[in-house]
T-cell receptor, first 114, second 114 residues
Framework: GDSVTQMEGPVTLSEEAFLTINCTYTATGYPSLFWYVQYPGEGLQLLLK?????DKGSNKGFEATYRKETTSFHLEKGSVQVSDSAVYFC?????????????FGKGTLLTVNP | NAGVTQTPKFRILKIGQSMTLQCTQDMNHNYMYWYRQDPGMGLKLIYYSVGAGITDKGEVPNGYNVSRSTTEDFPLRLELAAPSQTSVYFC?????????????FGQGTRLTVV
């Protein structure tokens, strides 16, 4: 079945450091790929997405590129802020037939220190 | 916009008790989902629905039941609470336009079974 593997956390960085969170996937066909973010005490919210190979999703300084050849969707940010501290989830959606389900990775906790 | 609303936010249950977690959305989304989130395990899909009157099992349905009598509401029922059901529960809804989509999450219900 479909699955998402993301790097184990926690990740601790200083403010203005470069961030990479790795995500790889296995899926039949060509899924859409997502990064969701969960701030403390809140539900998940969409950070960015890409729907086909070589698409780059971007939002709030975060970027991720859909790489079909390496089945990857790594999240990057050039300069993190304390406010970026959260749990980040990589996810895929493969719509088989009439169903539509999101499959999530286990999440990566990011802590950014001032 | 209210989005996805879950109630209650917190609940403590005794073993063997039952309860219903409420979820309602005001975005006219066809797809709705229940996930549970356990530390270090990401999100696991419990049940989902592709429209009113249609529900199906996800990865971890045992011990839960759902119904979908309206587009807006998707309650999750625990009949005989067990300590293994201690978790944070998230309801989500989504739309689909072509190959693109986004899921919207509620703020979660933190359930403790003692």
């Amino acid at each position: 079945g479909d699955s998402v593997t993301q790097m184990e956390g926690p990740v601790t960085l200083s403010e203005e450091a470069f961030l990479t969170i790795n995500c790889t996937y296995t899926a039949t066909g060509y899924p859409s790929l997502f990064w969701y973010v969960q701030y403390p005490g809140e539900g998940l919210q969409l950070l960015l997405k890409a729907t086909k190979a070589d698409d780059k999703g971007s939002n709030k300084g975060f970027e991720a590129t859909y790489r079909k050849e390496t089945t990857s969707f790594h999240l990057e940010k050039g300069s993190v802020q304390v406010s970026d501290s959260a749990v980040y989830f990589c996810a895929l959606c493969y719509s088989g037939g009439s169903n539509y389900k999101l499959t999530f990775g286990k999440g990566t906790l990011l802590t950014v220190n001032p | 916009n209210a989005g996805v609303t879950q109630t209650p936010k917190f609940r403590i249950l005794k073993i063997g008790q039952s309860m219903t977690l409420q979820c309602t959305q005001d975005m006219n989304h066809n797809y709705m989902y229940w996930y549970r989130q356990d530390p270090g395990m990401g999100l696991k899909l419990i049940y989902y629905s592709v429209g009113a009157g249609i529900t199906d099992k996800g990865e971890v349905p045992n011990g839960y039941n759902v119904s979908r009598s309206t587009t807006e509401d998707f309650p999750l029922r625990l009949e005989l609470a067990a300590p293994s059901q201690t978790s944070v529960y998230f309801c989500a809804s989504s739309y689909r336009r072509g190959g693109n989509t986004e899921a919207f999450f509620g703020q979660g219900t933190r359930l403790t079974v003692v």
